[in-house]
């Protein structure tokens, strides 16, 4: 009797076991970015999107993995579809923009991290260039420098410093949403 209990209990955990699946939809990334990172290279996948608000307009976000889950997020928000260089400016204290503006955050899985915000007191010019773009198939080639420090009023979360810096970013994407 007991045997068939134990073949019962583990009939019901292979049953009940469901095969992991990736958060993350491949079909709404297209294209890659390279930065070095605080000296280190980092590399991201690329979402791009037209802006709701803005026709003119499209949204970037970089983003990373540990395993299947969503790691950091890199955002850059109101990118002109044009070649030319752009400065990016700090969202309002509300995390909104209405201009060029770029926000990056860490977490795990559903788990926030922190977040940070384009460090505008330094001498570290923060900008995006556009050096190349196809209007019928909407590809992008571009260029990214900037720096950003961590929201104190936030508890910290991980293990990133207070200031970050990427430097010689260079990304290439398509907009697909």
């Not at 996948?45 to 299947?68: P, W």
């Not at 720096?147 to 200031?163: A, G, L």
Request: aromatic share 18%.
């Amino acid at each position: 009797m007991i045997k068939w209990y134990y073949i019962f209990i583990l009939s019901l955990v292979f049953i009940s076991c469901e095969e992991d699946k990736p958060p993350k939809d491949p079909s709404i990334y297209f294209g890659n970015f390279s930065s070095d990172f605080n000296g280190e290279r980092w590399e991201a996948n690329v979402r791009a999107k037209h802006s709701i608000s803005r026709s003119d307009y499209f949204l970037l976000s970089f983003d990373t993995f540990e395993g299947l889950y969503l790691r950091t997020e890199l955002h850059i928000k109101f990118v002109e579809f044009s070649v030319g260089k752009i400065q990016i400016l700090n969202p309002d204290y509300d995390g909104k923009c209405d201009v060029l503006c770029a926000t990056f955050g860490t977490g795990y899985d559903d788990q926030s991290g922190d977040f940070y915000t384009i460090l505008d007191s330094d001498k570290f010019q923060d900008w995006v260039i556009i050096d190349s773009l196809n209007n019928q198939t909407l590809e992008f080639w571009g260029r990214f420098q900037a720096s950003f420090v961590r929201d104190f009023e936030i508890p910290k979360m991980d293990t990133y410093p207070d200031t970050l810096y990427f430097e010689n970013g260079v990304f290439n994407g398509k907009i697909i949403e």
